[in-house]
């Protein structure tokens, strides 16, 4: 058998599986990862969009917080990296892209999912507020201590969360449809 016919099984099964057991959100939440850590982060054409955040997001507001956390480790870090190691060197003009992400984002995504999972009854604009101010913090801290001549692009972390919050605003009643 062809192995494209196998990938094509196996990722049928996966998103029969994940609808039975969890719905559209945890289909959509694995869609929009897979498709920027294996697809769009290739070639990023466009910075900044924080489809992590907002799976996360769906995911740890849905769920409880053993699957949020599952979600977070699985088909954000191990999938990717199997997809990724899989496709090669394919499609690659990022010359940012890593195969393997494990690291210290593990570590702030983990950290979102149980504040997003004790926050989960606020309004998700300013929950999204409070994620995207949270990672841009410690992401700042980590390079402050780790890079002797770091300098804060705050034009960018300013245009990253205006970018992402109003894709939260526009969207806001296609947020809250997909968590009913």
């Known amino acids: 058998m062809n192995k494209y016919y196998i990938y094509f099984l196996v990722l049928s099964l996966s998103v029969l599986i994940a609808y039975l057991l969890g719905g559209s959100v945890i289909i959509l939440a ?30 740890s507001i ?26 090669g ?43 995207l101010l949270f990672g841009h913090t410690l992401y700042t801290l980590k390079g402050k201590v780790t890079q002797n001549n770091f300098i804060l692009d705050s034009s960018g972390i300013i245009i990253n969360i205006i970018f992402n919050l109003s894709l939260v605003f526009f969207f806001h009643s296609f947020w809250l449809s997909l968590l009913i």
Do not use: Q, W
């Open 30 to 59: 694995t869609a929009l990862i897979l498709f920027d850590r294996c697809l769009f982060g290739r070639v990023k054409i466009i910075h900044g969009i924080e489809f992590t955040t907002i799976s996360l997001m769906m995911v």
């Open 62 to 87: 849905k769920y409880d917080l053993f699957i949020s956390i599952l979600f977070c480790i699985f088909i954000l870090y191990v999938f990717p990296t199997i997809i990724n190691f899989s496709l």
């Open 89 to 131: 060197d394919r499609l690659i003009t990022n010359k940012n892209f890593k195969v393997v992400r494990i690291g210290f984002g593990l570590i702030i995504h983990l950290l979102s999912v149980i504040i997003i999972f004790y926050l989960k009854n606020m309004d998700i604009f300013l929950l999204m507020s409070i994620m």
